[in-house]
């Protein structure tokens, strides 16, 4: 992909970029991920052996990293305990790891540790070691299977809510966008490119904030800012970064813009840390949104008619006066969402989290809530549902 090397330069002194890449999953014909994977996708022993395993060159992974006293997410099937993510590489060749933690990463995340295949510690990182400096990993036997490692990252012990955490391995594989489509896309111009094949590509010199992208194909899009381009930088002997800070990574800017059809399944549009995404005012009619992470996102006044967002984190995500008629939220965690004026026609939340959740002054109508979690929403009148509250909003007993 030695699109991103030129983004690289492109973007050097800009103070903030947008950059888009491929990760797999979703609905519809089977996709073979050719660019950066979610949690869905990882390598586990036993539990999912044919996962992916990182190694140099097989672009970044992306983890939701839900609190200690959190629960598993449903983007992922998380890859550890609550609390806990991980994730596999293996050593093709070589090379050096240099890590260091933040006072604002350590709000989230209280140790990153790497393993062997036997399940030995080499290093801790953590408050009281802040920084891994030129940690070398050696190949030293090139007929035997290329060494493997885990690295495990836990959250911190005060963390309340979930975090976005990337590693970046570098660029090296095949993408699986047009490259007729790539360009016609022009640097430093508002993207517009209906019906294009844009999948697996890092398109961060481009401005996707009013972007028309009716039918695009942006499935496994990271569609997220990387406000400091040189983090994605690896020199030949670096194996990987881990971007943590919303310094680094900001939630995609696609206030505004016109993405009707679009397909984002598998989608990263959250920045590290907590930095939400920016959807307000989209037109996002018939888009797909499938096992996405939308936690925080803005999608006030958002037109999302007849939109799927099955299994998706959208942790106090913001929809207020969004239009959602014929919505598909099934399965998702909306969890303190907001519907402030929000039109929910014939809108399906079945199985969906919506603990907290504030629908006041919203209009409620023909809405599937079979399963949903209602306990203590803010219902359309005012008064708060019961906990618990399950399929509708249950009426506080009186004392």
Same mark, same amino acid.
């Given at each position: 992909?030695? %699109?991103?090397?030129?983004?690289?330069?492109?973007?050097?002194?800009? /103070?903030?970029?947008? +950059?888009?890449? $491929?990760?797999?999953?979703?609905?519809?014909?089977?996709?073979?991920?050719?660019?950066?994977?979610?949690?869905?996708?990882? #390598?586990?022993?036993?539990?999912? *052996?044919?996962?992916?395993?990182?190694?140099?060159? &097989?672009?970044?992974?992306?983890?939701?990293?839900?609190?200690?006293?959190?629960?598993?997410?449903?983007?992922?099937?998380?890859?550890? =305990?609550?609390?806990?993510?991980?994730?596999?590489?293996? !050593?093709?060749? =070589?090379?050096?790891?240099?890590? =260091? /933690?933040?006072?604002?990463?350590?709000?989230?995340?209280?140790?990153?540790?790497?393993?062997?295949?036997?399940? %030995?510690?080499?290093?801790?990182?953590?408050?009281?070691?802040?920084?891994?400096?030129?940690?070398?990993?050696?190949?030293?036997?090139?007929?035997?299977?290329?060494?493997? #490692?885990?690295?495990?990252?836990?959250?911190?012990?005060?963390?309340?809510?979930?975090?976005?955490?990337?590693?970046?391995?570098?660029?090296?594989?095949?993408?699986?966008?047009?490259?007729?489509? !790539? $360009?016609?896309?022009?640097?430093?111009?508002?993207?517009?490119?209906?019906?294009?094949?844009?999948?697996? +590509?890092?398109?961060?010199?481009?401005? +996707? *904030? @009013?972007?028309?992208? $009716?039918?695009?194909?942006?499935?496994?899009?990271? +569609?997220?800012?990387?406000?400091?381009?040189?983090?994605?930088?690896?020199?030949? #002997?670096?194996?990987?970064?881990?971007?943590?800070?919303?310094?680094?990574?900001?939630?995609?800017?696609?206030?505004?813009?016109?993405? @009707?059809?679009?397909?984002?399944?598998?989608?990263?549009?959250?920045?590290?840390?907590?930095?939400?995404?920016?959807?307000?005012?989209? %037109?996002?009619?018939?888009?797909?949104? %499938?096992?996405?992470?939308?936690?925080?996102?803005?999608?006030?006044?958002?037109?999302? &008619?007849?939109?799927?967002?099955?299994?998706?984190? /959208?942790?106090? $995500?913001?929809?207020? =006066?969004?239009?959602?008629?014929?919505?598909?939220?099934?399965? &998702?965690?909306?969890?303190?969402?907001?519907?402030?004026?929000?039109?929910?026609?014939?809108?399906?939340?079945?199985?969906?989290?919506?603990?907290?959740?504030?629908?006041?002054?919203?209009?409620?109508?023909?809405?599937?809530?079979?399963?949903?979690?209602?306990?203590?929403?803010?219902?359309?009148?005012?008064?708060?549902?019961?906990?618990?509250?399950?399929?509708?909003?249950?009426?506080?007993?009186?004392?």
């Amino acid at each position: 992909m030695r %699109h991103i090397k030129s983004w690289v330069r492109h973007t050097a002194g800009a /103070m903030a970029t947008t +950059l888009l890449v $491929a990760c797999g999953g979703g609905s519809g014909p089977a996709f073979v991920p050719q660019f950066n994977v979610t949690e869905r996708e990882l #390598y586990e022993p036993v539990r999912a *052996e044919a996962g992916i395993v990182a190694q140099r060159g &097989s672009g970044g992974i992306s983890l939701q990293l839900e609190s200690a006293l959190g629960s598993p997410l449903p983007q992922g099937g998380d890859t550890a =305990s609550v609390g806990v993510d991980k994730f596999y590489f293996d !050593l093709v060749n =070589s090379g050096y790891i240099t890590l =260091s /933690m933040s006072d604002r990463m350590l709000q989230v995340i209280d140790a990153v540790e790497l393993y062997d295949a036997n399940q %030995h510690l080499l290093w801790r990182m953590d408050a009281t070691n802040r920084e891994i400096s030129n940690h070398w990993l050696y190949r030293q036997d090139y007929v035997k299977p290329a060494p493997r #490692y885990e690295v495990r990252i836990i959250a911190a012990a005060g963390a309340v809510d979930t975090a976005q955490v990337f590693a970046w391995f570098g660029d090296g594989l095949v993408t699986t966008a047009s490259w007729n489509d !790539l $360009a016609k896309l022009r640097v430093g111009s508002v993207v517009s490119c209906a019906n294009c094949n844009l999948s697996g +590509l890092q398109l961060g010199a481009y401005k +996707l *904030e @009013a972007a028309y992208l $009716a039918g695009a194909n942006l499935r496994n899009a990271w +569609l997220v800012r990387i406000l400091d381009p040189l983090a994605l930088s690896l020199d030949d #002997y670096k194996l990987f970064n881990i971007l943590w800070d919303s310094t680094q990574v900001a939630g995609a800017k696609m206030k505004a813009a016109y993405l @009707a059809g679009v397909d984002f399944t598998g989608a990263i549009v959250t920045g590290a840390g907590h930095s939400p995404a920016d959807f307000e005012a989209a %037109h996002l009619y018939q888009a797909i949104f %499938h096992g996405v992470n939308l936690d925080r996102v803005n999608m006030n006044s958002a037109f999302l &008619s007849q939109a799927q967002l099955t299994t998706a984190s /959208m942790i106090e $995500a913001q929809l207020n =006066s969004a239009q959602l008629t014929e919505t598909n939220l099934s399965g &998702s965690n909306l969890y303190k969402a907001q519907f402030k004026k929000a039109m929910l026609t014939s809108t399906n939340f079945s199985n969906a989290n919506l603990a907290g959740a504030d629908f006041s002054n919203a209009l409620i109508q023909d809405v599937n809530f079979s399963g949903a979690d209602l306990s203590g929403a803010t219902w359309t009148d005012g008064r708060i549902c019961a906990t618990p509250s399950r399929g509708s909003c249950q009426q506080i007993p009186p004392p």
